[in-house]
């Protein structure tokens, strides 16, 4: 789960992490170098930043995901947490969605993207496997480390769980993404007094004569690269895009998905029939847009710390950007796939029976169902992720009622 900004204290850095982000930064130094006096689009210094073979955050062998109901008195593990890591009772019950679409379709294929330490593969198949044998669970992860991982975990189940380097020709099946798209790379941008919309671009920074480290910046090596913004004018298409989404407000910062947004427009070549459904952070274009969040939503998550200094710790931080799902759903309708519903995360979880499939606890157990039912209150809590995270189905020839979407469907404020 992504937490809102706690203050600008960081906190403290292994050593071993401070020389992997060194390594990090000369990577990216190198590649701003190369990329002449304009620097690098700050999309594709995410891109590297996150990703990167050898020096990217995705790529590292540190803890990413991390575990909030450790036993009491033990330290939080990686840089956030996510609904699958969180409990196990999340996969349960999408696996009450996944398992009609799966019947509907006579095809028992799921294609999960970005799958993370593999935790809800984990999940949905204990829940899916009794009642589909022949399951499938195919993985694509961009992550070389994570696809390890995966592999590792999901190893007693053999041949129902594979993993695909690049996107299929042709797929039928249900089509999972948890909190992927939020961690796609974006461009950011900026309206000018002019009216002219503005691209942030990454340069390198000029060393500073004395640098004198505070409790806001956590002390590295003041030697290794440092980085910074510059404007440069909107190439056409990002220009396009913005002009679209709203109107001129001059010093307005804000980012917008274009990979994203592709890669689900792509979705309508690959998937043949099925249902894809994308769970993440995020809000309908007007929300997303709206004038008083004038600085977007771009956000680090390093230790459990959420703050917005994203060129301070490439390599080691989380860089991730809320979902505007109504360009999503666009997206969605230019590949021609149809938008089949729109909720959020509490109100889907509770459409697929959350709640009666925890009737399975025993209440007199009064240790694990208070150990059990904590992480569910966070699901669905307004105030946690219930509210802010949503569900947004989109599919092909699959003509069916969605029962995650049987009441509440939001499609209409898109
Ligand atoms: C924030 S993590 C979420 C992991 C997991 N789904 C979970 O909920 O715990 C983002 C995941 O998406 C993967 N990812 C990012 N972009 C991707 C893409 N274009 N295709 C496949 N995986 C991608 C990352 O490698 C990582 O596994």
Redesign the pocket.
């Known amino acids: 789960m992504r937490a809102d900004p706690s203050g600008p204290a960081l906190p403290q850095i292994q050593e071993a992490a401070q020389r992997y982000s060194e390594n990090a930064r000369h990577k990216l130094a190198g590649l701003i170098n190369e990329g002449g006096p304009h620097g690098l689009p700050f999309a594709r210094w995410m891109h590297t930043a996150?990703?990167d073979p050898q020096t990217g955050y995705?790529a590292g062998a540190p803890l990413?995901?991390g575990d909030t109901t450790a036993a009491a008195g033990s330290a939080l593990q990686g840089d956030?947490v996510?609904?699958?890591?969180l409990t196990p009772w999340f996969g349960r019950s999408l696996a009450r969605q996944v398992s009609p679409i799966l019947a509907h379709l006579g095809t028992p294929h799921i294609l999960?993207?970005?799958?993370?330490?593999g935790?809800?593969a984990e999940h949905l198949l204990q829940a899916l496997l009794p009642d589909f044998p022949e399951l499938r669970y195919y993985i694509?992860?961009?992550?070389p480390d994570?696809t390890q991982r995966q592999q590792q975990r999901l190893a007693p189940f053999g041949d129902s769980v594979q993993w695909l380097r690049s996107l299929p020709s042709g797929f039928t099946g249900c089509v999972i993404?948890?909190?992927?798209l939020?961690?796609?790379p974006v461009s950011l941008f900026e309206w000018g007094q002019d009216e002219q919309i503005y691209e942030l671009h990454v340069v390198n920074k000029q060393p500073q004569r004395t640098p004198a480290p505070t409790a806001q910046t956590a002390p590295d090596n003041q030697s290794s690269p440092h980085f910074d913004f510059v404007r440069v004018p909107a190439n056409a298409v990002l220009d396009r895009a913005v002009r679209a989404r709203m109107p001129a407000l001059p010093g307005y910062r804000s980012e917008i998905n274009l990979?994203g947004e592709s890669?689900v427009t792509g979705m309508g070549q690959w998937l043949k029939q099925g249902v894809a459904l994308l769970?993440d952070y995020g809000f309908p274009g007007h929300e997303y847009y709206h004038p008083q969040r004038s600085q977007g939503t771009l956000m680090c998550h390093l230790l459990h710390h959420a703050h917005s200094q994203v060129l301070l710790f490439p390599g080691i931080q989380?860089i991730?950007a809320h979902v505007d799902f109504t360009a999503m759903a666009d997206a969605a309708l230019a590949g021609g796939l149809d938008v089949l519903g729109y909720t959020s995360q509490a109100r889907f979880l509770l459409n697929c029976d959350l709640l009666q499939i925890l009737t399975s606890l025993d209440p007199e157990d009064t240790v694990r169902y208070a150990r059990e039912i904590g992480p569910v209150q966070k699901l669905l809590s307004e105030a946690e992720m219930g509210e802010l995270f949503k569900v947004l189905a989109i599919g092909k020839n699959a003509d069916m009622d969605l029962v995650g979407f049987a009441t509440g469907d939001r499609r209409h404020r898109l």
């Open positions: 996150l990703y995705y990413k995901f956030f996510t609904a699958p890591e999960e993207f970005g799958a993370g330490s935790a809800l694509l992860d961009i992550s994570l993404a948890n909190e992927v939020d961690a796609m990979q890669w769970i989380d991730t």
